[in-house]
C-alpha cells in the first residue's frame, strides 16, 4: 500500500509545473530540486536549540576547542570558551526557522537534468540563545571558599574536608572561563594546598605579611634586597611552603639586583604592600580621621616606603564629613559591591553624591566588557556635571 508520504512527494512535472505558474525559466535554476517534507516529528525538537555563534565562538569551534556550560542548576547559564564567559538569553524570531538536515547548498545542486530530492525538517523554531560577552561571575568564588580558608596550621587539624574545592569542583561550580578564573586566584589570594584550592584568610595574611616585613629591619635590608631563601627559612615553621610561595609571589617582584651566586634579589611592590597594610588599619577601624590615620599607617609600613592616597584607590573613601569639619578616611571595598551593574552604581551614590573619573574608576573597573568602558559605563549610567572646572559624575535620575 502507498503510503500518504509518498503521494505527497512532487514529482519533476509539478516542479516544472509550478515554475510555469511562477513565471521562472528552468534554465535560470540548478538541476537538483529539494522538496521538504514536514513529519510528524518536525514540531517535537526539544532536544535540540538553536545558539547565536559570534566570531570568536566560531573560531573557537573551528578550531577544535571546546565550549562549556557552567552554573549550578538554580542558576542562570553561562556559555564558556578558555578565555571568555558569555550570558545566554533565550530571544524570540520574527519568522519561523526550519532545520533541514543535509540540504544541499547551490554549489551542491548542479546537475545536468531535473532531479527531486526529498529533505526532512527536523524542526520548527521561533526562538533561539542570543549570547552577550560578559564579565565571570566570580562573587561566588569567595563565598565557596571561605569555609576552608586557611587560618593557619594550628587550625588544620579542625578542617571539614567536604568544604575543600579541586580545580574540577571549582571549575564546574563558578561561572567563569578557565583563565579567568586562573586569574581570579591570583587576585584574591586563593592558594593550591595539596590540590585544593584555599582562600588566605584575611588575618592569616595580616600576620604572615607582618612577619615577612620584619625581617627587613632584623636583615638590614634595602628594600630592592629582599632573599627569598632566606625570607623562607627564617619563616618555614610559621608559614607553609605553597602560602608562602604564593604570599611571596603576590607582593615582591624581582629586583635589580642578584646574589653573589647569580639568583635574584627581590623588591617589595609599595603600593601592593601599602594598600594591605591600610586594610588592616581599616579592618579595625572603618572610620578615621584623615590626619590621625596617614600617621598611623606611615608609622606601620616599613622604612622608605610612603603611603600615598592614591594608593586608597577601591579600598577606601576620603571624605570631608561637615559635622565634624574634618576629612575622613572610610573602609569601602570594591570587592564588597554587587556584580549588578544597576545595583553597583546605586550603591556608589548613596555613599557619595558626586564622583571624580578618579575616584569612581576602582569600583567600576571590573563590570567593563569589550564594548563597554569606563568612560561608555559612566555616559549609559550616570549623570555628568561639572564644578569649577572639574567632571563630577552623579546618579542618572537624581537632582
Request: aromatic content about 10%; overall charge negative; proline content about 3%.
Amino acid at each position: 500500500m502507498e503510503s500518504v508520504r509518498d503521494t505527497c512527494l512532487r514529482t519533476a512535472e509539478d516542479v516544472l509545473d509550478t515554475l510555469q505558474l511562477a513565471n521562472i525559466d528552468e534554465a535560470d535554476l540548478n538541476g537538483i530540486t529539494q522538496i521538504l517534507q514536514f513529519t510528524p516529528n518536525s514540531n517535537k525538537n526539544s532536544d535540540i536549540k538553536l545558539l547565536e555563534l559570534d566570531t570568536h565562538l566560531l573560531n573557537v569551534l573551528n578550531e577544535g576547542d571546546c565550549l562549556s556550560f557552567c552554573g549550578e542548576k538554580h542558576e542562570p547559564a553561562v556559555l564558556c570558551t578558555k578565555d571568555r564567559t558569555y550570558d545566554i538569553k533565550e530571544a524570540e524570531t520574527s519568522n519561523s526557522w526550519m532545520l533541514v538536515p543535509n540540504f544541499k547548498f547551490a554549489e551542491e545542486t548542479q546537475s545536468n537534468e531535473r532531479i527531486i530530492e526529498r529533505r526532512d525538517v527536523k524542526g520548527i523554531y521561533h526562538t533561539y540563545f542570543e549570547v552577550h560577552n560578559c564579565k565571570p561571575k566570580l562573587s561566588k568564588l569567595l563565598v565557596v571558599l571561605e569555609p576552608s580558608s586557611f587560618k593557619g596550621m594550628e587550625y588544620e587539624q579542625n578542617l571539614d574536608r567536604g568544604t575543600l574545592y579541586d580545580w574540577h569542583r571549582l571549575k564546574s561550580e563558578i561561572q567563569a572561563s578557565e583563565e579567568e578564573l586562573k586569574r581570579a586566584l591570583t587576585d584574591y589570594m586563593i592558594i593550591n594546598i595539596d590540590g585544593y584550592f584555599r582562600l588566605i584568610s584575611f588575618e592569616y595574611e595580616a600576620r604572615a605579611l607582618t612577619l615577612m616585613l620584619d625581617l627587613i629591619d632584623e636583615n638590614s635590608w634595602e628594600l630592592d634586597d629582599i632573599d627569598k631563601d632566606v625570607t623562607y627559612e627564617s619563616l618555614k615553621e610559621l608559614i607553609p611552603w605553597p602560602v608562602f610561595e604564593g604570599l611571596f609571589n603576590a607582593y615582591t617582584e624581582v629586583s635589580e639586583k642578584t646574589k653573589s651566586d647569580g639568583t635574584s634579589l627581590y623588591r617589595y611592590n609599595e603600593e601592593k604592600t601599602c594598600k594591605f597594610l591600610a586594610k588592616v588599619l581599616l579592618a579595625a577601624c572603618p572610620k578615621n580621621d584623615y590626619k590621625e590615620f596617614m600617621e598611623a599607617w606611615r608609622i606601620g609600613t616599613p622604612e622608605n616606603m610612603e603611603p600615598k592616597e592614591s594608593y586608597l584607590s577601591g579600598v577606601a573613601l576620603i571624605i570631608y564629613n561637615s559635622s565634624k569639619t574634618r576629612k575622613e578616611v572610610i573602609s569601602f571595598p570594591s570587592v564588597n559591591l554587587s556584580d549588578n551593574i544597576n545595583t553597583r552604581f546605586s550603591e556608589l551614590f548613596k555613599v557619595k553624591d558626586k564622583w571624580t573619573i578618579d575616584e569612581i574608576t576602582p569600583y567600576v573597573s571590573g563590570l567593563t566588557t569589550d564594548k563597554l568602558n569606563v568612560n561608555a559605563l559612566l555616559t549609559k549610567y550616570t549623570r555628568c556635571s561639572k564644578v569649577n572646572g572639574i567632571k563630577y559624575y552623579s546618579t542618572k535620575h537624581g537632582k
